[in-house]
T-cell receptor, first 116, second 113 residues
Framework: GAGVSQTPSNKVTEKGKYVELRCDPI?????LYWYRQSLGQGPEFLIY????????DSGLPNDRFFAVRPEGSVSTLKIQRTERGDSAVYLC??????????????FGPGTRLTVL | DQQVKQNSPSLSVQEGRISILNCDYT??????FLWYKKYPAEGPTFLIS?????DKNEDGRFTVFLNKSAKHLSLHIVPSQPGDSAVYFC????????????FGKGTLLTVNP
């Protein structure tokens, strides 16, 4: 079956521009996560969706970052007025609802964002 | 402050030997721990996990040990194979209804033939 897919795989933009990153989770997975991985670091949590609603957006660094999941499947991470410090790999993950005993999240390949 | 720490950025072992990757955590609310493996240009892939009510979980060549009193876990790979060469991330979850993961910085494992 298809895994988590993310588009584009690479995005180069200029400082101040707006970007959208897309995530297609595994079919039927109700939980969706966005993480950001900077060079030499582990992935850092940004936002968690359960269905259509953002259950936890505490990891979003500031109000330039916003994410939506209008139909409970595909999600888009939106970054306004990009800054050089936003350059990182943005990872999306999904998992089934109600996983007993823990949370195995399935990750996509990521989108590498470079802000010049 | 880093709640999940992997203090060894890299580890090199010979094929056939044991690889031991270590992880420490500070948040006592964490109740589920996972190891992920990552190849370049790919997303992390789930490897093995352990609940805080257990102290050991084994899956084939991979075993994870949890010492709650020391807030320490380790991943043992026996025997190590060249295909195991990758970055290994330790991650922790606080459980409940929000399973967001907190990751360490990773350890690059190189298994030499």
């Amino acid at each position: 079956g298809a895994g988590v897919s993310q588009t584009p795989s690479n995005k180069v933009t200029e400082k101040g521009k707006y970007v959208e990153l897309r995530c297609d989770p595994i079919s039927g997975h109700t939980a969706l996560y966005w993480y950001r991985q900077s060079l030499g670091q582990g992935p850092e949590f940004l936002i968690y969706f359960q269905g259509t609603g953002a259950a936890d957006d505490s990891g979003l660094p500031n109000d330039r970052f916003f994410a939506v999941r209008p139909e409970g499947s595909v999600s888009t991470l939106k970054i306004q007025r990009t800054e050089r410090g936003d350059s990182a790999v943005y990872l999306c993950a999904s998992s089934p609802a109600g996983v007993a005993g823990g949370n195995e999240q399935f990750f996509g390949p990521g989108t590498r964002l470079t802000v010049l | 402050d880093q709640q999940v720490k992997q203090n060894s950025p890299s580890l090199s072992v010979q094929e056939g030997r044991i690889s031991i990757l270590n992880c420490d955590y500070t948040n006592s609310m964490f109740d589920y721990f996972l190891w992920y493996k990552k190849y370049p240009a790919e997303g992390p892939t789930f490897l093995i996990s352990i609940s805080s009510i257990k102290d050991k979980n084994e899956d084939g060549r991979f075993t994870v040990f949890l010492n709650k009193s020391a807030k320490h876990l380790s991943l043992h790979i026996v025997p190590s194979q060249p295909g195991d060469s990758a970055v290994y991330f330790c991650a922790a979850s606080g459980g409940g209804s929000n399973y967001k993961l907190t990751f360490g910085k990773g350890t690059l494992l190189t298994v030499n033939p």
